[in-house]
């Protein structure tokens, strides 16, 4: 069994609306193993390994319904186990994934392993370790040479991933604020691989780094961190604190243990989670010894009064006291019986306790502080202590160190509550936590004593959601309400817009709108990420990547989205939900890639910008593939974009009161209509849009009719729509590479970025209703990786429409040969009937380019279908007939080797006149 390609979907994807991992897996020979025929000895040790396995419903969807399936007459495949296996170990590790599904690939033995992950690295690994654990599991005659190594001990394995897991896993204090956005539906990104994280998206943000949020004062951390200066403040507003100096040396340390008197507590500085403290020291010696415990910390140490009493922690946040835990340090009970080590094995055996923060508790663990503070009783491991003895193996009540802690919550004296919110608000902390020591915290300290020992910034919540005893409080609930108080808003609009053809048009037209209407507009599109109009990011940006950028900006205020089938396939959606989404078509185009081999396979990635849209769906109801998707949406709202205003399911729809957009006839020409709830609404007549040249382009009659949609169900005003509508044009500017004009040659040139057959087809009809008084010319080509049968497509449809072509290839050939795509493109027009004499096979762009602009006349037209956007429109309008020719970037250029049986003699004198043109460069070519 081995691992043939994996992908990581971040967000919605063809799988799944959370994050996936999809592993394509081939079993080889294990094709004939399934669990049925290896045994009931590979089952039960599968079972040993992996006891949670047993809870796993499965397609029963009960516990038990996957020990079910590999026990059954068939078993189950390999395939299936490891997608089992590598939730389980997720679920091990403390990740709460259960999803995952399995489905063949194709080939015999080929499968598609799905299954859901928290983190991308941990949800490898997993993948990882459990195709090992399978393999040790088979009987030697099936094992893969060399796949499990001698010394595997999937015990230490196990426990190996789970530490890896908790070294990349947000902390639980993190953790329990992220569900709390969950449950707030609060939108949340993860900034950094520590506990950096942005809850809302864009100028709705606000930021925690584990408990300490994007509103706390600076100085109040700085504060809190200098426990001197803390102390001091507490102490000049009354509020109970132990006597306490800063020392810097032994000596030091010494003489402040004598000024304020033994006992005392000896810890660093700065340090948290009970790090280098020492407590109840009645000895100049120990003294000593623990000062050089805390400079391991903290250069700066503080000697301070032992205040005698339980440990309490009291959690104030936004100006209220909402916990209080106490606090027990690690400890063992004895029975007359045991030794403390066995005892320690005991208490470890609890299923709460597990690896660092992979449960509720923590192991208990003999280290350097267990040891000294065993020795100080006399102590050690094999020691069995009497029947009900505390033995404590940590000085400090930590739950990270395998203290306990106990809810106080309801019990505490309402003194004492006032005196924690009276010392976090001093320090000026939005979230504090107050250690508390106290005989009894459920007396008021002005009676039975007590004293503030710390003021913390970034106090821990597991004690309060977890606690070893009492009720659980929900303490990042009211972190939240107070970065999000009720009734304000986290979330931005967002709008998705994808299909074949016109997606990025639509996607810079609703942003255009959006922009004029007063907003700060996020978009991403093919040729870079635009943040108010300013391009930060350059290049193909539609996947997740550039969707997190937008999100992120504390700027944006709207996000508008294009998204391309590469991104869904490779990674899927970046956000969970949009507001609105739109699929304006479903045409051939990189049909053949990435397993999509059909139309419909292609519809049914692109619908997933529908499916995850929540308030409006926006679909092209001229496009079955597109008006099927209806059926697929959950949004609260379905709007049908028609050109035909004859359609009779549209007509339905808006007669029940839906909502639709609905190009119409009239006295001036035709008229973009918005339905909604009855209502008939004139938006715009069309020859007012400047980007559908009077009306005559029809795909941008069209894509402003989808923009128009998105813009009104995201709700704009009327006015907003038509004042956008009618400024955006197609200028290198607005719409770079989509049917841009430069008409200050003689001639007119329209450069236009169509790469598939129908977006070549669109153009080639706006050409003949542009009726030039010259001829009209074509540069043709078509992209390297398209299936022969799209390339000749393309061909077919600038068949006849043109007096000339001169078809060329793409820079990047994409795996062909440097004159196949030249030579397709040729060979369809032939075969369509186009005269050889028309066609010219120039294959490098530039050069290509060149020729079509030298070749015009004063009133012709030329259609530039171009690869290099940028490049290409500078050479466009930056042409002037009497500079030499151009020579291109990259001088070997490859002539097609039948070009004379093809061209008369006329057409190969004219060729040879541009060769010349051209600085001898094709001559030197023809020449070898």
């Not at 691992?3 to 799988?15: E, F, K, T």
């Not at 020392?247 to 004598?258: C, H």
């Not at 004895?334 to 992979?358: M, S």
């Not at 043109?802 to 397709?824: A, C, K, M, T």
Request: aromatic residues 6%.
């Amino acid at each position: 069994m081995r691992i043939l390609d994996r992908a990581v979907y971040v967000g919605p994807s063809l799988y799944a609306h959370f994050p996936v991992i999809r592993l394509e897996i081939d079993l080889g020979p294990l094709e004939q193993w399934p669990s049925a025929k290896l045994g009931p000895a590979f089952i039960d040790r599968l079972l040993e390994a992996l006891p949670g396995l047993h809870e796993h419903g499965c397609s029963y969807g009960a516990p038990g319904g996957f020990v079910r399936r590999l026990r059954e007459d068939e078993g189950t495949w390999m395939g299936h186990i490891l997608e089992h296996v590598a939730i389980e170990l997720q679920n091990v590790a403390g990740e709460p994934v259960t999803f995952g599904k399995t489905r063949g690939a194709g080939a015999e033995g080929r499968y598609h392993v799905v299954y859901q992950y928290e983190q991308e690295d941990v949800g490898l690994e997993a993948g990882r370790l459990g195709i090992a654990l399978l393999h040790s599991l088979l009987p030697p005659e099936l094992r893969p040479e060399g796949a499990v190594p001698p010394d595997f001990d999937f015990a230490g394995e196990r426990d190996e991933f789970i530490r890896f897991a908790q070294r990349r896993a947000l902390g639980p204090s993190t953790m329990s604020l992220v569900r709390a956005a969950e449950e707030r539906r609060i939108p949340w990104i993860r900034l950094n691989e520590q506990s950096l994280i942005q809850f809302g998206h864009g100028r709705f943000q606000q930021r925690i780094q584990a408990t300490v949020t994007s509103r706390t004062s600076h100085i109040a951390v700085e504060l809190a961190s200098d426990k001197e200066e803390t102390n001091r403040i507490l102490a000049n507003l009354g509020l109970p604190v132990p006597r306490q100096r800063l020392v810097q040396g032994e000596d030091d340390a010494v003489a402040a243990a004598e000024w304020i008197g033994y006992p005392v507590v000896v810890k660093p500085f700065n340090a948290n989670h009970g790090r280098g403290i020492s407590i109840h020291l009645t000895t100049e010696a120990q003294v000593r010894e623990a000062f050089q415990v805390a400079r391991e910390h903290s250069r700066s140490v503080i000697v301070e009064s032992f205040i005698t009493g339980e440990d309490h922690r009291m959690l104030v946040i936004n100006g209220e006291l909402v916990a209080v835990s106490k606090r027990v340090p690690g400890h063992v009970v004895g029975d007359g019986v045991h030794t403390i080590e066995e005892l320690v094995e005991e208490v470890n055996r609890d299923p709460r306790r597990g690896i660092g923060h992979e449960k509720v508790l923590t192991r208990l663990v003999f280290d350097h502080q267990a040891e000294t503070l065993l020795a100080k009783k006399g102590y050690a491991r094999g020691t069995v202590p009497a029947e009900g003895e505390h033995v404590f193996l940590r000085s400090t009540g930590n739950l990270s160190t395998g203290g306990t802690a106990t809810d106080m919550t309801d019990l505490v004296h309402p003194d004492n509550a006032e005196m924690a919110v009276r010392a976090v608000k001093a320090i000026g902390l939005d979230v504090g936590g107050v250690d508390f020591l106290t005989t009894d915290i459920t007396e008021s300290y002005k009676e039975v004593g007590g004293a503030i020992c710390e003021i913390n910034a970034a106090p821990g919540f597991r004690m309060h959601m977890a606690p070893s005893e009492g009720h659980a409080r929900d303490v990042s609930g009211p972190v939240l309400d107070m970065l999000f108080p009720p009734g304000t808003p986290s979330r931005i609009p967002i709008a998705a817009v994808t299909g074949t053809n016109g997606k990025t048009t639509t996607a810079r037209m609703l942003a255009h709108i959006h922009k004029l209407a007063g907003h700060h507009v996020g978009l991403t599109s093919t040729d870079g990420v635009y943040i108010d109009g300013q391009r930060t990011v350059a290049g193909d940006m539609t996947g997740p990547l550039a969707t997190r950028m937008v999100l992120r900006d504390p700027k944006v205020d709207v996000a508008v989205l294009e998204i391309a089938r590469g991104g869904l396939l490779r990674a899927g959606m970046a956000v969970r939900h949009c507001d609105v989404g739109a699929v304006l078509n479903i045409k051939s185009d990189h049909l053949g890639l990435r397993g999509v081999g059909t139309l419909e396979d292609l519809a049914k990635v692109k619908r997933i910008v529908v499916e995850v849209a929540r308030e409006t769906a926006v679909l092209n109801a001229d496009d079955p593939l597109c008006l099927g998707m209806a059926d697929y949406t959950s949004a609260k709202n379905l709007c049908y974009v028609t050109m035909d205003p004859t359609h009779e399911l549209v007509g339905e729809h808006i007669k029940a009161g839906g909502r639709g957009v609905v190009l119409e006839s009239g006295i001036k020409g035709q008229m973009i209509t918005i339905y909604d709830r009855g209502a008939h609404i004139p938006l715009l007549w069309t020859h007012l849009i400047p980007a559908t040249l009077e009306g005559r382009a029809l795909h941008n009659v069209q894509n402003a009719m989808f923009a128009a949609a998105m813009a009104f169900s995201m709700g704009l005003k009327l006015e907003d729509i038509r004042h956008g509508l009618r400024t955006f044009d197609t200028t290198f500017f607005q719409a770079p590479g989509r049917m841009n004009i430069f008409d200050e040659h003689p001639f007119k040139v329209i450069l236009d970025y169509g790469h598939n057959p129908a977006a070549v087809e669109a153009m080639c009809r706006l050409v003949e209703r542009l009726e030039p008084s010259g001829r009209r010319l074509v540069v043709l080509a078509a992209p390297g990786d398209r299936r022969d049968e799209d390339i000749v497509d393309i061909g077919r449809m600038a068949a006849g429409r043109f007096d000339r072509y001169i078809v060329r290839r793409d820079d990047s050939l994409r795996g062909r040969q440097p004159d196949e795509v030249p030579h397709l493109l040729r060979d369809a027009l032939l075969g369509a009937g186009v005269a050889a004499e028309q066609i010219l096979v120039i294959p490098d762009e530039q050069m290509a380019i060149d020729g079509a602009l030298r070749e015009a006349q004063p009133g012709d037209l030329l259609l530039v279908f171009a690869d290099a956007i940028t490049r290409s429109w500078k050479q466009v309008i930056q042409f002037r007939p009497e500079a030499p020719a151009r020579v291109p970037e990259r001088p070997r250029i490859s002539r097609p080797e039948p070009m004379a049986a093809v061209a008369p003699p006329a057409l190969e004198d004219r060729r040879r006149e541009f060769v010349r043109d051209t600085r001898g460069v094709w001559l030197a070519r023809e020449e070898d």
